[in-house]
């Protein structure tokens, strides 16, 4: 079992920028599949950024802007985001798949989910 803590989150003004952790715990993360989605109210829940092992991958709306990244030996991974936008609200979460799970940019197909974190982008 992983257990999944994102921190970070807060109020924050257009053009600003957050740093959003996930503390993974449980289960060796260094193998693992981690990204990041993010459910705006009365939306869907909706793919941020990935990191599987192999590639990063961005989804468009925030490419440019918003950065994956791990530590492995602290057993954290991270997004920055820069450049922030009303449109950005939402509450962010951390996700994880163990290794030979098929990763994808759908909620469905990761098996391990954190609370959320708030972020806030006033204009």
């Known amino acids: 079992q992983v257990q999944l803590v994102e921190s970070g989150g807060g109020l924050v003004q257009y053009g600003g920028s957050l740093r959003l952790s996930c503390a993974a715990s449980?289960?060796?993360?260094?193998?693992?599949?981690m990204g990041w989605f993010r459910q705006a109210p009365g939306k869907e829940r909706e793919f941020v950024a990935i990191?599987?092992?192999?590639?990063?991958y961005n989804a468009g709306v925030v490419k440019g802007r918003f950065t994956i990244s791990r530590d492995n030996a602290k057993n954290t991974m991270y997004l920055e985001m820069n450049s922030l936008k009303p449109e950005d609200t939402a509450v962010y979460y951390c996700?994880?798949?163990?290794?030979?799970?098929?990763?994808?940019?759908?909620?469905?197909?990761?098996?391990?989910w954190g609370q959320g974190t708030q972020v806030t982008v006033s204009s």
């Open positions: 990191w599987d092992g192999v590639g990063r």
């Open positions: 996700v994880a798949n163990p290794p030979g799970r098929t990763t994808t940019y759908r909620p469905g197909s990761w098996d391990y």
């Open positions: 449980g289960r060796p993360f260094s193998n693992y599949a």
